[in-house]
């Protein structure tokens, strides 16, 4: 079955540190674009980042020089490494494949989420 | 970066209506657009992509249309399951992807 689980989220405070993970299974994460997106309480959709097939990164202003990409292939794992943290990073963060050009650069596969709190 | 604006922000409507949600892009994005499906507390589910195409084990009463900048998004005859929010996406202009910010579906 193709899926992706999260885990890693959390309290922190501002200022901290935290790391995601989202797990793949059924495909390769490294064959795929793979992206974050966080959706605040009661907002929207936001997508933040995203590692392409080859391995380059992009980011959304809001996150550029905080958050950063990462991945494993062995563990077939994606990884977000989120610094700097602030209040207005509280949000569930969802792991997706894509944008995938075999559904038109949509995003066809997501994860159940995990939730970031930053607060002291 | 590309705006995507979807109205209305909520529509009420009983089993069996018809609903139809708009999308409009800030610049035309030719056919290049997705919709999803997001319940409360779950992930988004893709339904729509490439402005019409259904994903697969999505129900046919499910339909898109448009191109340019202006889209919409056709639920043929409102199920209960269908209760949800709805969101557009551009995939034209990338990076940044941005997504519409919602349409709520709810029980009249």
């Known amino acids: 079955e193709v899926q992706l689980v999260e885990s890693g989220g959390g309290l922190v405070q501002p200022g901290g540190s935290l790391r995601l993970s989202c797990a793949a299974s059924?495909?390769?994460?490294?064959?795929?674009?793979m992206s974050w997106v966080r959706q605040a309480p009661g907002q929207g959709l936001e997508w933040l980042s995203v590692?392409?097939?080859?391995?380059?990164?992009y980011y959304a202003d809001s996150v550029r020089g905080r958050f950063t990409l990462s991945r494993d292939s062995s563990k077939n794992t994606l990884y977000v490494q989120m610094n700097s943290l602030r209040a207005e990073d509280t949000a569930v963060y969802y792991c997706?494949?894509?944008?995938?050009?075999?559904?038109?650069?949509?995003?066809?596969?997501w994860g159940q989420g995990t939730m970031v709190t930053v607060s002291s | 970066d590309i705006q995507m604006t979807q109205s209305p922000s909520s529509v009420s409507a009983s089993v069996g209506d018809r609903v139809t949600i708009t999308c409009r892009a800030s610049?035309?994005?030719?056919?290049?657009l997705a919709w999803y499906q997001q319940k409360p507390g779950k992930a988004p589910k893709l339904l729509i992509y490439?402005?019409?195409s259904l994903q697969s084990g999505v129900p046919s009463r499910f339909s898109g249309s448009g191109s340019g900048t202006d889209f919409t998004l056709t639920i043929s005859s409102l199920q209960p399951e269908d209760f949800a929010t709805y969101y557009c996406?551009?995939?034209?202009?990338?990076?940044?992807?941005?997504f519409g910010q919602g349409t709520k579906v709810e029980i009249k």
């Open positions: 997706a494949r894509g944008p995938n050009g075999y559904v038109s650069w949509a995003f066809d596969i």
């Open positions: 059924g495909f390769s994460v490294s064959s795929y674009y």
């Open positions: 590692m392409y097939s080859g391995g380059s990164t």
């Open positions: 610049q035309g994005i030719s056919s290049w």
């Open positions: 490439a402005a019409s």
């Open positions: 996406q551009q995939a034209n202009s990338f990076p940044p992807w941005t």
